[in-house]
């Protein structure tokens, strides 16, 4: 369990604001350059989709941690274990799989197994980016209220 205290206390939709444009800067950054040192293609080109998959990263990113925290809330065991955080950003990355691969191979016109198998450095990668990013995060701005004792 997280104890230490952060050195920012956040919560709410500020505390969302501040984690998705943070997340998504340096998701936009790195998405491109995978792009495009996996498809051969320019940056240029890369980072168009790579803007693309934040929106919808945006997006799932709202709908998933609002459900992740309802459902934090409900456990008996507060704090965020090292297997909650797994799972967050199984999940997380998970339920982006089903929308982006079919972006890819649409944009780069590839196949969706070709577009899947591409994408699966960008899924290890974010795996772990998430997991770090969210072990970072709260410890600057401190756990959301769903993961602190009552």
């Given at each position: 369990?997280?104890?230490k205290p952060?050195?920012?206390?956040l919560?709410?939709?500020?505390?969302r604001?501040?984690y998705?444009?943070?997340y998504?800067?340096?998701?936009i950054?790195?998405?491109?350059?995978?792009?495009?040192l996996l498809t051969g293609?320019g940056?240029?080109?890369?980072?168009?989709?790579a803007?693309?998959a934040?929106v919808i990263?945006?997006?799932w990113?709202?709908v998933?941690?609002w459900a992740?925290e309802?459902?934090?809330?409900?456990?008996p065991?507060?704090?965020r274990?090292?297997a909650?955080?797994?799972?967050?950003?199984?999940?997380?990355e998970?339920?982006l799989?089903f929308?982006?691969?079919?972006?890819?191979?649409?944009?780069f016109?590839?196949s969706l197994?070709?577009?899947?198998?591409m994408?699966?450095?960008?899924?290890?990668?974010?795996?772990c980016?998430?997991?770090?990013?969210?072990?970072?995060?709260?410890?600057?701005f401190?756990l959301?209220?769903?993961a602190m004792?009552a």
């Amino acid at each position: 369990m997280d104890k230490k205290p952060s050195l920012f206390g956040l919560q709410g939709v500020k505390r969302r604001v501040i984690y998705v444009t943070l997340y998504e800067l340096i998701a936009i950054g790195a998405a491109t350059v995978g792009l495009a040192l996996l498809t051969g293609q320019g940056a240029g080109h890369s980072s168009v989709v790579a803007v693309a998959a934040s929106v919808i990263a945006i997006v799932w990113n709202i709908v998933f941690n609002w459900a992740f925290e309802r459902w934090e809330a409900r456990q008996p065991v507060r704090g965020r274990s090292v297997a909650r955080r797994v799972a967050h950003a199984i999940g997380f990355e998970g339920g982006l799989v089903f929308t982006l691969v079919p972006l890819f191979a649409w944009w780069f016109g590839v196949s969706l197994w070709h577009a899947f198998v591409m994408d699966l450095g960008l899924i290890v990668f974010f795996l772990c980016y998430t997991f770090v990013f969210n072990w970072v995060f709260d410890h600057l701005f401190g756990l959301p209220a769903s993961a602190m004792a009552a």
